[in-house]
């Protein structure tokens, strides 16, 4: 059982470039999570997404982020005209679907992409 | 709101030390608590998932306790070896039961031969 894929693992853009981040949950797991990690700093949470919808995006900056977990295909967080302080390691999570609609399952995490805006 | 702190901060020991790495967080009606090893430039890996109905859980040379109560986790790692040494993280899902987690800033351990 393959786990969480994320690619690329490294990402540079420049100012004003788009950033498209994919994320693979592990097989049957229908929750995905985003988390960005700047550096020196801790891990925030940024947004929650099951299957076609965005279940938790408190953590997502109001403007030029986006995220989305399809039908079929990868989850994607896009980054709009990206600027230096983006610059952060992007890390994916997934978990199985709820039981009795409580999360008691632990997360697991993908190796992430570091994205670098020069 | 859900906050979570780790110390200490950073840490050596030599190696074969039994040591323990210490968790709080501020609202106890979490469900589960977890802890997380991270090397560096590399992802987390799941090391133990405590749930808010057990006391502790042991994994190999790991031990993880919850204390609900007093807002406490400690990570005990038993006769600690150089392979040990990463940042350890640990994480509390914030209330609203969406799953969120709120990470601590960690603890970077160094093991020395």
């Known amino acids: 059982n393959a786990g969480v894929m994320q690619n690329p693992r490294h990402l540079v853009r420049r100012r004003g470039q788009e950033a498209r981040l994919r994320c693979s949950p592990m097989?049957?797991?229908?929750?995905v999570y985003w988390y960005r990690q700047l550096p020196e700093e801790g891990l925030k949470f940024m947004v929650y997404?099951?299957?076609?919808?965005?279940?938790?995006e408190s953590g997502m900056p109001k403007e030029r982020f986006s995220a989305e977990f399809p039908k079929e295909g990868p989850s994607i967080l896009r980054i709009q005209q990206v600027v230096r302080g983006d610059s952060a390691a992007y890390f994916c999570?997934?978990?199985?679907?709820?039981?009795?609609?409580?999360?008691?399952?632990?997360?697991?995490f993908g190796p992430g992409t570091r994205l670098t805006v020069l | 709101k859900q906050e979570v702190t780790q110390i200490p901060a950073a840490l050596s020991v030599p190696e074969g030390e039994n040591l323990v790495l210490n968790c709080s967080f501020t609202?106890?009606?979490?469900?589960?608590l977890q802890w997380f090893r991270q090397d560096p430039g590399k992802g987390l890996t799941s090391l133990l998932l405590?749930?808010?109905?057990?006391r502790e859980q042991t994994s190999g040379r790991l031990n993880a306790s919850l204390d609900k109560s007093s807002g406490r986790s400690t990570l005990y790692i038993a006769a600690s070896q150089p392979g040990d040494s990463a940042t350890y993280l640990c994480?509390?899902?914030?209330?609203?039961?969406?799953?969120?987690?709120?990470f601590g800033q960690g603890t970077t351990l160094q093991v020395k031969p």
């Open positions: 999570a997934s978990s199985p679907a709820r039981l009795a609609g409580v999360v008691t399952d632990t997360q697991y």
């Open positions: 097989k049957g797991h229908s929750h």
């Open positions: 997404l099951q299957k076609e919808n965005i279940i938790d």
């Open positions: 609202d106890s009606a979490i469900y589960n």
């Open positions: 405590i749930q808010s109905s057990q």
């Open positions: 994480a509390a899902p914030t209330s609203g039961n969406t799953g969120k987690l709120i």
